[in-house]
């Protein structure tokens, strides 16, 4: 039989690790939505009810433990995060045939991805979101669908492209587009090189969006990804500290 001093003292430690996990930090939660009469996955963290909302889109690969992790490093800086499944529930991949199926069955259809994105949108808004106080932010293949979002004429604050696609649609331009375009690259990258950059610049300039563009020297395609070849210590520190800056001149805190 267990004496009382015992177990006070498991109850004692059990608080205490409970108190230890409440370290203001926000829990995060799967969110399962439908688009189209199809199932994706999300996921969504939020400080607090008024906190201004990040909608962030995924890499080639998916919704990832990436994509959470950085959604939480929002999240304890203040800001909710809808981080968008653009592919499907479950569906992951991990082979780059398959990764570029994916990728590619969205480039050839712009109106699905842009339905995918406001359908995350709305995901978000059913979980009590701000989604009239928000920015959208992609990594690669995202930071190409966040420019289609901002070239739908989608009303957010903000549009963010992190070492993202840059090229322009044929038939598509900037004429729509609201808020202002945030676009941060790697002066490196071989997968998307500085000719598209410049032509971006123009066609930002030109339809009068307000933008800003940097990139980054030595700087890879994919540096902003922990663990892999391609990640660039300083560029991510350096985007990073942009990004959360552009975040608190945006969105209303």
């Known amino acids: ?30 969110v399962v939505y439908d688009v189209d009469g199809k199932s994706y996955e999300g996921y969504f963290v939020s400080p607090s009810p008024a906190a201004p909302l990040v909608l962030l889109i995924h890499d080639w690969d998916g919704l990832t433990d990436y994509e959470v992790k950085r959604a939480d490093m929002l999240a304890s800086l203040g800001y909710a995060v809808f981080a968008a499944d653009l592919f499907g529930a479950g569906v992951r991949p991990t082979e780059v045939k398959d990764k570029r199926q994916h990728t590619g069955e969205l480039y050839k259809d712009r109106k699905k991805m842009r339905s995918l994105m406001n359908g995350a949108l709305e995901a978000a808004r059913a979980k009590g979101a701000r989604v009239d106080n928000a920015v959208a932010m992609g990594y690669c293949f995202g930071g190409a669908a966040v420019l289609e979002l901002a070239r739908s004429g989608a009303d957010l604050k903000g549009f963010v492209t992190f070492h993202g696609g840059l090229s322009t649609p044929e038939g598509q331009d900037y004429s729509k587009a609201r808020g202002n375009i945030l676009v941060l690259h790697g002066t490196a990258d071989k997968n998307i090189g500085m000719d598209q950059f410049a032509a971006l610049a123009v066609a930002l300039e030109t339809e009068g969006v307000p933008h800003e563009m940097i990139t980054y020297g030595g700087a890879p395609h994919a540096f902003t990804v922990f663990g892999s070849e391609r990640y660039r210590e300083s560029a991510d520190r350096k985007s990073w500290q942009r990004f959360t800056a552009y975040l608190a001149e945006t969105l209303q805190q």
């Open 1 to 30: 039989m267990m004496h009382k001093p015992y177990r006070f003292a498991l109850l004692l430690a059990g608080l205490l690790l409970l108190l230890t996990a409440a370290d203001g930090r926000a829990a995060g939660e799967t």
